[in-house]
């Protein structure tokens, strides 16, 4: 019966460690925007946030750009 118990606690225990890494995940946001200038889009530019190589990208052809898994905070977006 013992043996049980422990066995369930340390289910339980396991789960809760699992939700509280997904937690994380939570706080992760995607940056999107465009490039123009008076010439119109801007294609194949440099987009870069903070300098980090994971948060960098370069425009489409119509001036669009897309970074993902961004964390929650103050950042410097380049272009």
Do not use: P, Q
């Amino acid at each position: 019966m013992n043996t049980n118990k422990i066995l369930l606690l340390g289910i339980i225990l396991l789960l809760s460690c699992s939700e509280n890494g997904t937690e994380i995940n939570n706080h992760l946001y995607t940056v999107r925007g465009s490039i123009s200038n008076s010439l119109g889009n801007v294609s194949e530019a440099f987009v870069a946030i903070d300098d980090a190589v994971n948060w960098t990208t370069i425009t489409d052809e119509n001036g669009n750009f897309e970074i993902k898994n961004v964390s929650e905070g103050e950042h410097t977006l380049k272009m």
